[in-house]
């Protein structure tokens, strides 16, 4: 369903985030992120350069290769349009993320590694979806494998999300023994 109508407004503001999975000829695979912003009235940066209505406040760009298992074997980034020239000096701090796995943890290690002033913000941001997109990706490869489990054999899906929680349908029907709900009639 979508959004309900709103009240009359002016659009200031416009993020595009395209993320994509790619296979590679060599088995690896590429899992890239471009985000462009743009605004609808001048923006004045830094007190003297000046950035139209339309053109890119930021363009910038991630690619991870990710071997079967989510191993980051390498990390790019681009910064081809940023508020100011430094910016760009940003995109090698990704290289921390080179030899770590997308899995449990991710998300703490991003902010571990590249929090703050150790990396750029918009950059860091897109990792986290990213991973998802990693999983989307190897969704074939990775469907044959063993649900991940924890310590007590309860697969580490189950509470990770509204529908996958140990009282919902999808967990009744695909984990009857860790199903903790009233059944469905």
């Known amino acids: ?67 079967e298992d989510l191993n980051v074997m390498d990390i790019l980034a681009s910064t081809d349009a940023s508020p100011y020239g430094i910016c760009s000096d940003a995109t090698s701090t990704l290289q921390c993320m080179k030899g ?6 991710w998300s703490k290690a991003i902010r571990e590694q590249l929090g703050g002033r150790k990396g750029c913000t918009h950059l860091t941001e ?19 494998q063993p649900a991940a489990v924890d310590s007590s054999g309860k697969p580490r899906k189950i509470n990770s999300c509204h529908t996958c929680a140990s009282d919902r349908e999808v967990v009744q029907v695909r984990w009857p023994m860790h199903f903790d709900g009233t059944p469905a009639k």
């Open 1 to 67: 369903m979508p959004l309900p109508p709103c009240v009359p407004r002016d659009a200031l503001h416009l993020r595009r985030i395209e993320l994509r999975g790619y296979r590679r000829v060599d088995g690896l695979y590429d899992i890239e992120a471009h985000m462009v912003d743009t605004k609808t009235e001048a923006l004045t940066v830094g007190g003297w350069r000046v950035v139209a209505p339309g053109e890119p406040v930021h363009d910038m760009s991630i690619r991870l290769v990710v071997d």
């Open 100 to 105: 770590m796995r997308i899995g449990p943890g």
């Open 126 to 144: 897109l990792l986290k979806p990213l991973a998802t997109v990693a999983f989307q990706t190897l969704w074939k490869v990775r469907e044959n």
